[in-house]
C-alpha cells in the first residue's frame, strides 16, 4: 500500500487535524466515534486549537478571495505547528483546504496579505491535505484494522456513501491521480474498511458518489430533498441495513431531510445512517454509548440493538 503522503512532500508521525465548524456541533459523535477508531488503531492527529470555518458552503459564491483566504489560514496554523500533513474528516472541508492550496503564486500573495492582516503567518503552499478516510486507509492499512476488531459487524449490509466532494475534482482531491489516492469512479476505501470490520458491503450501491444535496439546502429545498431521498432509495434498492457516511455535511443534509423524504416518498424509503467510523468504533470493541450512535437523527442504534449489539 503507497501512502499518498509519500507524493506530497514529507509525513508526519502525528499530523494536524482541522476540525472544521461540523466536528464541534452537530458532527461531534463523527469526532468522538473517529477518535476511538484511531486510538484502537493506534494513530493520532493533534487538533489546531485556533481554526476558522473553511467556507465550504456559500461563501465561495460571494467571494473567492475570502473562499480561499479562510482556508489558508487554517493551512499556514498547521504549518505553523510544523506539520505538512493536514488531516479532515469532512468532504467539503477537504474541498476547501485543497483549493487553496492549489492556488497560483500571484494568488498566494494576496491571500497571504490578507492573513497578515488579520495576524496569522503566511502559507507557503507545503501542506499536505488528505481525508481521515484516506489517512486511516493508507496510514493503518487494511490487515492492521481486521486484526484490530473484537466484534465483527457480522450480518450487516452497508450501502457505503462516500458523497460527491470525495473524489472530484480530481484536481484539488488528486483521487484517481495522485499514487496511494482513491478511485475517482470506483472508490473504495471506504469498502475495503467496512469489509474488514466484518460487513457485508453493497457494492452494487450506484448512489455511493452523487450529491446528497447539501450544497442546495439553503437555495432550492426540493432538490435537496430528492438528493437525499436518491441516496436512501438506492441505499434500500441494493437491499442495505445502514448507510454509512464519510462527511458531516452529507450526514446532516440527509438526516435534516428525513420527514421531507418520508412524506414525499414513505416511510419504507428510509436507511439508517451512521458515521463510517461509528461503525468501525464498534467493530474495534466499543460500545454504542461511546461511539455516540444515539445522536443520530435516524437512530441507527436501534436497529443496532436488535442484532445484538450494545
Given at each position: 500500500?503507497?501512502?499518498?503522503?509519500?507524493?506530497?512532500?514529507?509525513?508526519?508521525?502525528?499530523?494536524?487535524?482541522y476540525p472544521?465548524?461540523?466536528?464541534?456541533?452537530?458532527g461531534?459523535?463523527?469526532?468522538?466515534?473517529?477518535?476511538?477508531?484511531?486510538?484502537?488503531?493506534?494513530?493520532?492527529m493533534?487538533?489546531i486549537?485556533d481554526?476558522?470555518c473553511?467556507?465550504?458552503?456559500?461563501?465561495?459564491n460571494?467571494s473567492?478571495?475570502?473562499?480561499?483566504?479562510?482556508?489558508?489560514r487554517?493551512?499556514?496554523m498547521?504549518?505553523s505547528?510544523?506539520?505538512?500533513?493536514?488531516?479532515?474528516?469532512?468532504n467539503?472541508c477537504v474541498?476547501?483546504?485543497?483549493?487553496?492550496?492549489d492556488?497560483?503564486?500571484?494568488?498566494?500573495?494576496?491571500?497571504?496579505s490578507?492573513?497578515?492582516?488579520?495576524?496569522?503567518?503566511?502559507?507557503?503552499?507545503?501542506a499536505?491535505?488528505?481525508?481521515?478516510?484516506?489517512?486511516?486507509h493508507n496510514?493503518?492499512?487494511?490487515?492492521?484494522?481486521?486484526?484490530?476488531?473484537r466484534?465483527?459487524?457480522?450480518?450487516?449490509?452497508?450501502?457505503?456513501?462516500?458523497?460527491?466532494?470525495?473524489?472530484?475534482?480530481?484536481?484539488y482531491?488528486?483521487v484517481?491521480v495522485?499514487p496511494?489516492t482513491?478511485?475517482?469512479e470506483?472508490?473504495?476505501?471506504?469498502?475495503?474498511?467496512?469489509?474488514?470490520?466484518?460487513?457485508?458491503?453493497?457494492?452494487?450501491?450506484?448512489?455511493?458518489?452523487?450529491?446528497?444535496?447539501?450544497?442546495h439546502?439553503?437555495?432550492?429545498?426540493d432538490?435537496?430533498?430528492?438528493?437525499?431521498?436518491?441516496?436512501?432509495?438506492?441505499?434500500?434498492?441494493?437491499?442495505?441495513?445502514?448507510?454509512?457516511?464519510?462527511?458531516?455535511?452529507?450526514?446532516?443534509n440527509?438526516e435534516?431531510n428525513?420527514?421531507?423524504?418520508?412524506?414525499?416518498y414513505g416511510?419504507e424509503t428510509?436507511?439508517?445512517?451512521?458515521y463510517?467510523?461509528?461503525?468501525?468504533?464498534?467493530?474495534?470493541?466499543?460500545?454504542?454509548?461511546?461511539?455516540?450512535?444515539?445522536?443520530n437523527?435516524?437512530?441507527?442504534?436501534?436497529?443496532?440493538r436488535e442484532?445484538?449489539?450494545?
Amino acid at each position: 500500500m503507497i501512502d499518498r503522503s509519500q507524493s506530497r512532500g514529507p509525513s508526519d508521525p502525528v499530523p494536524a487535524y482541522y476540525p472544521g465548524c461540523s466536528m464541534d456541533g452537530l458532527g461531534k459523535a463523527y469526532e468522538v466515534s473517529c477518535q476511538l477508531v484511531l486510538d484502537r488503531l493506534g494513530l493520532a492527529m493533534d487538533r489546531i486549537v485556533d481554526y476558522n470555518c473553511c467556507g465550504a458552503t456559500e461563501v465561495k459564491n460571494l467571494s473567492e478571495e475570502v473562499s480561499l483566504t479562510l482556508p489558508a489560514r487554517n493551512l499556514s496554523m498547521a504549518r505553523s505547528m510544523g506539520r505538512h500533513e493536514v488531516i479532515a474528516a469532512c468532504n467539503g472541508c477537504v474541498y476547501s483546504l485543497t483549493r487553496a492550496n492549489d492556488a497560483d503564486e500571484t494568488t498566494r500573495s494576496r491571500i497571504n496579505s490578507h492573513l497578515e492582516k488579520g495576524g496569522a503567518p503566511a502559507y507557503d503552499g507545503e501542506a499536505n491535505v488528505q481525508h481521515v478516510l484516506e489517512f486511516i486507509h493508507n496510514r493503518a492499512g487494511v490487515p492492521r484494522v481486521r486484526a484490530a476488531v473484537r466484534r465483527p459487524l457480522a450480518g450487516l449490509k452497508v450501502a457505503p456513501y462516500y458523497g460527491c466532494l470525495y473524489s472530484r475534482p480530481k484536481r484539488y482531491t488528486g483521487v484517481g491521480v495522485t499514487p496511494g489516492t482513491d478511485n475517482p469512479e470506483h472508490p473504495f476505501f471506504l469498502d475495503e474498511l467496512l469489509e474488514a470490520c466484518g460487513a457485508t458491503v453493497m457494492r452494487d450501491y450506484l448512489a455511493k458518489t452523487i450529491c446528497c444535496g447539501g450544497g442546495h439546502a439553503l437555495s432550492d429545498l426540493d432538490v435537496s430533498v430528492a438528493f437525499s431521498a436518491s441516496v436512501m432509495n438506492e441505499a434500500k434498492r441494493a437491499g442495505a441495513d445502514l448507510v454509512a457516511t464519510i462527511c458531516p455535511l452529507g450526514q446532516i443534509n440527509i438526516e435534516n431531510n428525513l420527514d421531507r423524504i418520508r412524506q414525499a416518498y414513505g416511510e419504507e424509503t428510509l436507511v439508517p445512517v451512521a458515521y463510517f467510523t461509528q461503525l468501525m468504533a464498534l467493530a474495534l470493541g466499543a460500545s454504542m454509548r461511546e461511539a455516540r450512535l444515539k445522536d443520530n437523527f435516524s437512530r441507527p442504534d436501534r436497529f443496532l440493538r436488535e442484532r445484538g449489539f450494545h
